[in-house]
């Protein structure tokens, strides 16, 4: 099994680029708040698109993961699967930490009525 530092090491570009990605914008949400930043990156609705991001954020759901956990359980991929599960409860744990730690209103709830009209069901 590799270390980590093996991982990174093999990854270099990638782990550069993502952290470029990550300043990039971490430097316009500081410069220009959460509010505009949210408004100008979500300037376009297709009804298709909102239809295809409402199944990809089903993914994360735990019903997908019982899913594929299943498939793998079938065939005897018992390694993979015992890693399927311990990475999406330990994820799962570190999400709800962090939502109780910094306590963030939905974007519906945090602008004002009129402000913003595009809010998927």
């Known amino acids: 099994m590799k270390t980590l530092k093996e991982i990174i090491a093999g ?15 971490l430097i316009f949400l500081l410069r220009v708040g959460k509010a505009a930043s949210f408004v100008d990156l979500n300037p376009y609705h297709r009804s298709t698109l909102n ?7 089903f993914l ?5 993961t019982v899913i ?20 999406f409860l330990f994820s799962a744990l570190i999400a709800q930490i962090l939502k109780s730690l ?3 209103p939905r974007p519906k709830q945090f ?3 009129g402000i913003y009209p ?3 069901d």
Request: aromatic share 24%; glycine share 6%.
């Open 11 to 25: 990854n270099r570009v990638f782990f550069i680029l993502w952290l470029l990605f990550f300043i990039l914008g």
């Open 51 to 57: 239809t295809i991001f409402a199944w990809i954020t």
């Open 60 to 64: 994360g759901d735990g019903t997908f």
């Open 68 to 87: 594929v956990f299943a498939i793998l359980l079938i065939r005897r991929h018992w390694s993979q699967a015992t890693q399927i599960i311990a990475t």
């Open 102 to 104: 910094f306590s963030m």
């Open 111 to 113: 602008f004002a009525p």
């Open 118 to 120: 595009y809010f998927i």
